[in-house]
């Protein structure tokens, strides 16, 4: 049934019309408005998740302290290290560590070759390689830590290889 012109009735749930109250719009009745929860519930979220972030970044972090200090604490004096090749070999090829853990080295070096490398901080490994030319012969490669030798081995013959290497704060 059709209102009569004019007539409207309060219909809830029709369009145009409000079902929860009053137009918002249509004046300044506060009474019965209510922002919506929504928002505080989300930004509770943001805040929940930004602690737990930073509560996790601050543990990472304390344990990258701790070990820090751990290998700071294991960190010892300058070593220094004596890399010697001898031999019969006439030219021969060597690599060894330097003393920023690099690899360094020369090519048909005469022996007997020497090289004192001084190592600081945590990095105490340390490594030779001497290796003969076609020509062969004997070689023998030596590290050493003031008069203790750390490593030591020899070969003989063409292209033959003697590789040394060890830890230079251990002892």
Known sequence: MADPPGEQRYRPGRPGEYAGGPDPLAGSSSAHYRPSSRGARWSWAVGGVT??????????????AGVSDEVGDRSGPAVTVTYR??????DVSITYLDNDLGMAG??????????????????????LT?????DGGEVTCRILVGDRIVSEQTSTGPYASAGCSGDAGAG
């Open 51 to 64: 602690l737990l972030v930073l509560c996790l970044v601050g543990g990472c972090l304390a344990v990258v």
């Open 85 to 90: 090749v001898e031999g019969t070999g006439d």
């Open 106 to 127: 020369e090519t048909a070096a005469a022996l007997p070759w020497r090289r004192e490398v001084t190592i600081d901080g945590f990095g105490t490994m340390v490594s």
């Open 130 to 134: 001497a290796i003969n030319d076609a």
